[in-house]
């Protein structure tokens, strides 16, 4: 009996030395694979490094793009607006141009229609050439063009040109006062086609 508890025990000793060889063995593995799983860490960490700088140079190239994007709209906006502006003052100058070529034939038609009031000039005919001042004043009216013809208004260089002073009619006149319009002028929008020839009390 006592020779048979013996070889238990025996037993048991090696069974704990196996065991502790297992765990010697396991500890000098996990050691032996530590640098392994630093490395790899490493490797991991270094990879995010390089992702975020990817990103961030991706994040500074999207906003250089939009950048200049923006930058050419605007551009392209302000030569939209300049040759729209260009395209506007051409046509006004075309319309100024054609409108002083026509003006001295419609000065002729009103002095005509004048002229006649005190002559005996077939009827119908007179219509005719009023007919005619009528169209040439509403396509002047169509185009914005005003008529510059008013009297008793003061004096503006901007919109008359004075060809003699006298003296005013009215002791009630100012001086520098519009008496008469000897030639109506004309304007477009604030330009000035034509200036009124006028007479103006001194």
């Known amino acids: 009996m006592a020779m048979s508890e013996k070889k238990q025990k025996e037993q048991t000793l090696d069974n704990q030395t196996i065991v502790n060889e297992d765990l010697d063995t396991a500890e000098i593995s996990a050691t032996q694979h530590q640098p392994e799983t630093d490395a790899s860490q490493a490797e991991v960490q270094t990879g995010e490094v390089n992702l975020l700088a990817e990103i961030e140079k991706l994040k500074e190239e999207v906003n ?71 169209k040439f004043e509403n396509v002047l009216l169509k185009n914005g063009i005003e008529k510059i013809n008013e009297i008793h208004v003061p004096f503006d260089v901007n919109l008359h040109e004075a060809l003699m002073k006298q003296p005013s009619p009215n002791a009630d006149i100012p001086s520098g006062t519009v008496l008469q319009v000897f030639e109506p002028g004309y304007k477009m929008g604030e330009r000035v086609v034509r200036h009124a020839k006028v007479i103006v009390s001194e």
Do not use: C, H
């Open 64 to 134: 250089q793009k939009n950048d200049l994007l923006l930058r050419k709209s605007a551009e392209f906006e302000n030569m939209r607006k300049r040759v729209e502006r260009e395209r506007y003052m051409t046509i006004q100058l075309s319309k100024v141009e054609a409108l002083n070529d026509f003006l001295p034939i419609n000065d002729d038609l009103l002095r005509t229609l004048d002229s006649s009031k005190n002559l005996s000039i077939d009827e119908n005919f007179l219509k005719g050439v009023q007919l005619v001042a009528e």
